[in-house]
């Protein structure tokens, strides 16, 4: 069966057509093992954009339905180069690519986590976010998940990518390349990301620009009963490409005298 005729089979069955819990549901059962095999994705770049595949995610949605949500565990870590440092869990059906180490963390059906990738403790990356190569993903991060409706876009971090402790990225953010997140951002699809690299603010939202080094901010807001600080990201350097993540971070940070 082709990709496309996979497909077909998947839309019908979203439409009601056919048994998911039959023999017409083993289209579902081949989906979630490509995923799982990393032979199909969510979403995936093509010509610089990323494209969010919806029947994909009903593939999912269907396989609740057809399992009663009993969804296994992944197994053999080892035979696949992934290192998984138990309680470490992933769900069948998402995919850990060879050279990621998952630390005591979780990793939910439909997502795609990219060679050499770091998984920390306690962090979480959510139903079809997708993890590029080399990302890491310190301690208590939470990665958002979505599936419905199905053609909303997933959480993206790109190839590079360095999400600092308990940093929440959700809402179909895009983190692109090689950018750094400090402690503690928490960035939504309504957060005001403001860049103040330069003489006046430039306010961003749904993506945190490449190579970009981000923290944690606030920013002024009149309410009825006054004016309060409101959360929003702030874009303080950028990171240097002669070092490393952690170096480049430290010295954006030391360069605008802020500690995160």
Not at 114 to 131: F, L, P, Y
Request: contains cysteine; hydrophobic residues 40%; proline residues 5%.
């Amino acid at each position: 069966m082709t990709v496309e005729q996979l497909q077909r089979r998947i839309e019908a069955l979203a439409r009601g057509e056919g048994d998911v819990r039959g023999r017409d549901g083993r289209a579902i059962d081949r989906a979630i093992a490509m995923l799982d095999a990393g032979e199909l994705r969510v979403a995936e770049p093509s010509d610089g954009e990323w494209t969010t595949h919806a029947w994909i995610k009903e593939a999912i949605l269907l396989y609740f339905t057809r399992v009663d949500r009993r969804i296994p565990f992944k197994r053999e870590y080892r035979k696949h180069g992934v290192r998984c440092v138990r309680p470490g869990a992933a769900r069948y059906g998402s995919f850990l690519a060879p050279g990621v180490v998952l630390m005591p963390g979780f990793v939910n059906i439909g997502a795609y986590v990219g060679e050499g990738s770091m998984i920390d403790t306690w962090a979480t990356v959510g139903s079809c976010a997708q993890i590029g190569k080399g990302v890491h993903l310190s301690g208590g991060v939470g990665i958002g998940g979505v599936l419905e409706p199905p053609q909303a876009a997933p959480v993206i971090v790109e190839d590079g990518a360095f999400v600092g402790s308990r940093c929440i990225v959700v809402e179909g953010i895009l983190v692109e390349r090689e950018a750094v997140l400090g402690a503690g951002v928490v960035v939504t699809a309504s957060t005001p990301i403001l860049d103040v690299r330069g003489s006046e603010p430039v306010t961003i939202k749904g993506r945190v620009p490449a190579r970009s080094v981000v923290i944690p901010g606030t920013q002024m807001k009149r309410f009825p009963a006054g004016e309060y600080g409101t959360p929003c990201a702030l874009i303080v350097g950028t990171r240097d490409a002669s070092t490393d993540l952690k170096t480049s971070l430290n010295a954006a940070l030391r360069e605008h005298d802020v500690a995160v």
